[in-house]
């Protein structure tokens, strides 16, 4: 009889295309070519029990509760669960082996955004809420983390111990440099000889698009590709004139995108892996980023000293002035961005390339 497994997260995989989603279908193919059977639960199977599909946050944990509670009442069906980040808090006490991975922490993410809005009411409460499900989440669970950033954070916050890190993978046979630049740009309408710049995310103050905006405003020098994701604010760089906006890029898509681009710039305040910048330095893109997510592992040395921004807390005149100072040496130093690119493309290949994320995996799964 073969083995099966639920996995348990927010949405559907098969409609929603965001990085747990794609995480999430990469774990499936895993465990199937395993011949592992998987049943996936998401909120979406509650859809027939709610009034509305436009939940607020009390709303949206009362059906990660409810969705953990069914798969409890399914259990016997499975030899073991997944669960993604607190998306499982409602499975509780497992009856079942549990595995719980943690894409990021909440907490962290939630005490980042309080430390410049520590009057908001709203953030108070979703960082009360989260954390308590995100504690519960790791009961009697193995616990895997996606970058020893999140490990250190589901130890120091939460006191959680034995803690596996499995770094998250991309596929290197999609995500490589372009042979032909020219032809890309071509094909895109974009400058030939365009110093390219590239953000890729949601267009939200949680990614920093306040200092986004301040950069592409002042640096007319720059042809600047904003590929945001669902979810954020809207942009107001629509039809301006030195910069193109995509939305609603297929995954497999994604590669083209990045190697349009000379250097991406990312100044987010808080990822738990950040894989956009995996995705960007296998295409042999350098990127310009705060210390978030994985980046430690990667930015810990030459030449990508270079690229680590400080702590940005605020647009102030010595955060643009850092930024400005990376882009001018980038744009300036040909020799410096290809030894980057050429290191950045060996250490994803080394480090963060799929089939290692499949072998770690498996190792950690017992499969």
């Given at each position: ?68 509670k069914k798969l409890l009442r ?206 960007a330095i296998a295409c042999g ?83």
């Open positions: 009889m073969p083995k099966r497994a639920a996995i348990i997260t927010a949405f559907d995989p098969f409609l929603f295309k965001g990085g747990i989603e794609t995480y999430t279908l990469q774990l499936i193919s895993l465990l199937e070519s395993r011949h592992i059977e998987v049943t996936v639960y998401h909120t979406g199977l509650l859809s027939n029990e709610r009034k509305t599909d436009h939940l607020t946050l009390s709303e949206f944990l009362e059906d990660i509760y409810r969705l953990g399914e259990e016997k069906l499975y030899n073991f669960i997944i669960a993604n980040s607190f998306y499982g808090a409602g499975y509780f006490p497992p009856g079942k082996e549990t595995f719980n991975i943690y894409h990021s922490t909440h907490a962290g993410y939630i005490s980042k955004y309080c430390e410049s809005n520590r009057d908001n009411p709203y953030f108070k409460f979703q960082y009360l809420c989260v954390e308590m499900a995100e504690y519960v989440s790791g009961y009697g669970r193995k616990k895997i983390a996606v970058s020893d950033l999140v490990k250190g954070e589901l130890e120091s916050i939460y006191g959680f111990k034995d803690i596996e890190v499995v770094y998250s993978g991309v596929d290197t046979t999609l995500f490589k440099s372009a042979e032909e630049k020219g032809q890309l740009r071509q094909k895109f309408g974009i400058p030939q000889n365009a110093f390219v710049g590239i953000y890729v995310g949601r267009w939200e103050y949680l990614k920093r698009n306040n200092i986004l905006r301040s950069v592409i405003l002042h640096r007319n020098d720059i042809y600047w590709l904003l590929v945001l994701g669902s979810g954020g604010e809207d942009c107001e760089f629509n039809g301006h004139h030195n910069v193109m906006i995509k939305q609603g890029i297929p995954y497999e898509d994604m590669p083209l995108m990045y190697c349009l681009a000379d250097f991406m710039l990312f100044p987010s305040l808080y990822e738990g892996f950040g894989m956009v910048i995996i995705e893109v350098p990127v310009i980023t705060t210390s978030v997510g994985v980046v430690p592992s990667i930015y810990n040395g030459k030449p990508f000293e270079h690229l680590l921004l400080p702590e940005i807390c605020k647009t102030s005149e010595e955060d643009l002035i850092a930024i400005n100072q990376k882009i001018d040496l980038l744009k300036k130093d040909l020799e410096l961005r290809k030894e980057i690119a050429e290191q950045g493309i060996a250490i994803v290949k080394e480090k963060f390339f799929i089939e290692q994320w499949r072998k770690n995996m498996e190792k950690v799964l017992g499969i």
